[in-house]
């Protein structure tokens, strides 16, 4: 079993940064593809941005790219997600999720469906 923990949401002025954390304990990861997820009331579920544990490739939906960023520190089982350049538009409860292998040729990082294990989630406020 896998267990995530995200920490590090809060509340920020527009323009402003963010550095969420989520902490990966229960398994060793080789092959696991990892992203962040974010949820407002009604809506489904949004893929933010992914990282493949081996050879660390990353994604990024539209709405983010060029303003947040994902890592992993593998010695540390950790992955983040630096937010720059915030807007309201990002206020949400943002999730870890974790699939424990992927195949680089069938991954859909972008699905929620791909990932078996979620975090409780972090709320992030954007303020203008």
């Known amino acids: 079993q896998v267990q995530l923990v995200e920490t590090g949401g809060g509340l920020a002025q527009s323009g402003g940064s963010l550095r969420l954390s989520c902490a990966a304990s229960g398994r060793t990861f080789v092959n696991a593809g990892m992203a962040w997820f974010r949820q407002t009331t009604g809506k489904d579920r949004e893929f933010v941005a992914a990282?493949?544990?081996?050879?660390?490739?990353?994604h990024y939906s539209d709405s983010v790219k060029g303003r947040f960023s994902i890592s992993r520190d593998i010695a540390k089982n950790m992955i983040y997600l630096q937010m720059n350049s915030l807007k309201t538009e990002d206020t949400a409860v943002y999730y870890c999720?974790?699939?424990?292998?992927?195949?680089?040729?069938?991954?859909?990082?972008?699905?929620?469906?791909?990932?078996?294990?979620w975090g409780q989630g972090t709320q992030v406020t954007v303020s203008s």
């Open positions: 999720a974790a699939t424990p292998a992927v195949n680089s040729g069938t991954y859909d990082y972008a699905d929620a469906y791909e990932y078996d294990f």
């Open positions: 990282v493949v544990w081996s050879g660390g490739a990353t």
